[in-house]
């Protein structure tokens, strides 16, 4: 090949920068932890809690109720009193919901349009430990460590509170399911709330309305794929929302109290429009599942869900909820083994579908589609043509008399010596704090196997994000299987004051560096196999530096710490 002559290299190399900058953005991370802001406590919303208020007299409660829709329509602000749980002069409390917003420091990250990643915590609809487990809040270990993995890859993610609130020990079923579905639609609105507050900020956070990933863990899972796919007032009146099947007109949701599905008219629901669309774009979950398949139709948006196939709770295929806490069975759902196959059938998912194998987790995911997997007398079929699902195969745990079951959320971890962690939940005998009842589906907890399970969610889901949300190249990283990229090593890296470049097979004829927004910041001719790079002042962060060969170019991306 002919020699591409030096003054017109600084351009080419500038739109091969630039054209992997597009690849890498959203798929790996292209910024460092101290370029990435968090800010904490950011109030979204706020409405009546059901888990502090006290309904049980209307002629307490209801002139409370009518003095708050008035302050709330009036845009008069909600007296103190309402938000303080310990103040007897109110039965009605009101909370105040926040989220804690992580994102590539503005004056770093020239992108205006990010794409915004919101996490919805699991906890069983209660707040720790009352839900038996040290989870549960928005700075769970695994909700702190994925947002700041997506922050670092290019997106605005978010972390939000929703509010908590049912009746896990009652007497009946009917009262169980009632108050659950009660929360879980409650949360739907703060999901919404959240979604519509952070729209109507997007020029502050440089984020791109139209572009929104609801993340949801655990009940989280519930929660998301319920506000993406609950869209009829008339999915309301399914079966299994109605207490008494004489009574075929009434359900367990009672929009006039609680709200229509935006959160909007009800008695006891202080949201009002904004001006903002509530929809996502893009749905994960990561365990939890779908309330029912009659939700979900086609057009409805792509989706991606992790789910252990053996889940002690959330079922894997069709099953029914089980209350971690007690044991109790509460509404019958489909997993993600069943509302997947169903979401490709529709053609939800064509955007990635296509994605080619070759990386390790596509592999991985297709390698299980097809397969019965067995535990303890118990077997699951994982389906075929369910592209999007990564069915998580964990180890085996016989002595934890879960049986036919495993592991439910292997990507949690906390710290056994916190407070919400050496609360009692059990008095036994032996007591059973909510770290140990937590340790029953999660034996071997720890951060290194969290993170270990989240380094699969992040290498399967963004390759699948980029695709359905047209962020760059459908593809699953860059392509640098050339002949010319093989023998290239530049170590260290991270590098804090200098990195050795080599080729074995090549002469290198220059190096440059650039910034993740495509800007030159250095370029130096070499004219040999062998170069070491100075830092030159350049600050901490990720660069990549564009090898230039006789034959082609090789892209490497670079962290100085």
């Keep these: 090949?002919?020699?591409?002559?030096?003054?017109?290299?600084?351009?080419?190399?500038?739109?091969?920068?630039?054209?992997?900058?597009?690849?890498?953005?959203?798929?790996?991370?292209?910024?460092?932890?101290?370029?990435?802001?968090?800010?904490?406590?950011?109030?979204?919303g706020a409405n009546i809690d059901f888990l502090t208020s006290d309904f049980s007299n209307p002629a307490n409660y209801g002139p409370e109720v009518t003095q708050l829709q008035t302050a709330v329509s009036t845009n008069q602000p909600i007296p103190p009193a309402f938000f303080n749980v310990a103040d007897p002069s109110t039965v009605v409390k009101v909370a105040d919901l926040k989220m804690d917003i992580y994102q590539p420091d503005q004056g770093v990250d020239s992108e205006t349009a990010r794409p915004l990643f919101i996490f919805v915590h699991t906890g069983d609809a209660l707040p720790p430990p009352i839900n038996g487990s040290p989870n549960g809040t928005k700075t769970d270990s695994s909700a702190v460590e994925v947002c700041k993995r997506m922050a670092r890859r290019g997106y605005v993610a978010v972390s939000m509170d929703y509010r908590n609130g049912w009746n896990p020990i009652g007497t009946t079923v009917e009262i169980r399911r009632g108050t659950l579905l009660n929360a879980i639609y409650r949360a739907i609105h703060d999901v919404k709330q959240c979604t519509r507050t952070l729209k109507a900020n997007a020029a502050t956070y440089a984020l791109d309305p139209n572009k929104v990933i609801l993340y949801g863990e655990g009940t989280g899972g519930y929660i998301t794929l319920a506000t993406v796919t609950l869209d009829e007032p008339s999915e309301l009146f399914i079966p299994k929302f109605v207490p008494d099947p004489f009574q075929p007109n009434i359900s367990y949701i009672d929009t006039n109290t609680v709200g229509n599905l935006d959160g909007f008219n009800g008695a006891l629901t202080l949201y009002r429009p904004n001006g903002q669309s509530s929809d996502a774009n893009f749905c994960v979950n990561a365990g939890g599942a779908?309330?029912?398949?009659?939700?979900?139709?086609?057009?409805?948006?792509?989706?991606?869900?992790?789910?252990?196939?053996?889940?002690?709770?959330?079922?894997?295929?069709?099953?029914?909820?089980?209350?971690?806490?007690?044991?109790?069975?509460?509404?019958e759902v489909q997993g993600s083994n069943v509302f997947m196959k169903l979401a490709d059938q529709y053609g939800n998912n064509s955007s990635f579908a296509s994605l080619p194998s070759g990386d390790p987790f596509t592999?991985?995911?297709?390698?299980?589609?097809?397969?019965?997997?067995?535990?303890?007398?118990?077997?699951?079929?994982?389906?075929?043509?369910t592209e999007g699902l990564y069915p998580m195969v964990t180890t085996d745990w016989p002595g934890l008399g879960l049986a036919p079951f495993e592991e439910a959320s292997p990507w949690q971890w906390w710290d056994p010596?916190?407070?919400?962690?050496?609360?009692?939940?059990?008095?036994?005998?032996?007591p059973v704090t909510a770290g140990q009842a937590s340790q029953a589906s999660n034996p071997n907890f720890s951060g290194v196997k969290g993170r270990a399970y989240i380094d699969t969610i992040m290498g399967y889901m963004n390759p699948r994000i980029v695709c359905a949300l047209q962020l760059g190249p459908c593809a699953v990283g860059i392509n640098e299987n050339d002949a010319i990229a093989i023998g290239v090593e530049m170590a260290p890296n991270p590098a804090h004051d200098m990195v050795r470049i080599s080729s074995a097979n090549s002469v290198i004829r220059m190096v440059e560096v650039y910034d993740v927004n495509g800007r030159r910041v250095s370029a130096e001719n070499v004219e040999n196999k062998v170069f070491t790079l100075q830092r030159k002042?350049?600050?901490?962060?990720?660069?990549?530096?564009?090898?230039t060969f006789d034959q082609g170019t090789v892209t490497r991306k670079l962290l100085l710490d």
Excluded at 314 to 330: D, L, M, N, R
Excluded at 417 to 430: D, E
Excluded at 537 to 547: D, I, P, R
């Design 1 to 44: 090949m002919k020699r591409i002559p030096l003054r017109i290299l600084p351009f080419a190399a500038l739109a091969v920068a630039l054209q992997v900058t597009a690849q890498e953005r959203y798929l790996s991370e292209v910024f460092t932890n101290a370029q990435v802001t968090v800010l904490s406590n950011v109030s979204y």
């Design 537 to 547: 002042g350049l600050k901490a962060g990720a660069y990549f530096v564009v090898l």
């Design 290 to 331: 779908l309330a029912d398949t009659s939700w979900l139709a086609p057009g409805d948006v792509p989706m991606v869900a992790f789910h252990t196939v053996f889940d002690p709770f959330a079922p894997f295929s069709q099953g029914v909820v089980i209350v971690p806490t007690t044991g109790e069975q509460v509404v």
């Design 417 to 430: 010596n916190s407070p919400l962690a050496q609360v009692i939940v059990s008095p036994g005998p032996p």
């Design 363 to 385: 592999d991985r995911a297709r390698s299980l589609y097809g397969t019965t997997q067995t535990h303890l007398g118990g077997s699951v079929t994982i389906n075929t043509g």
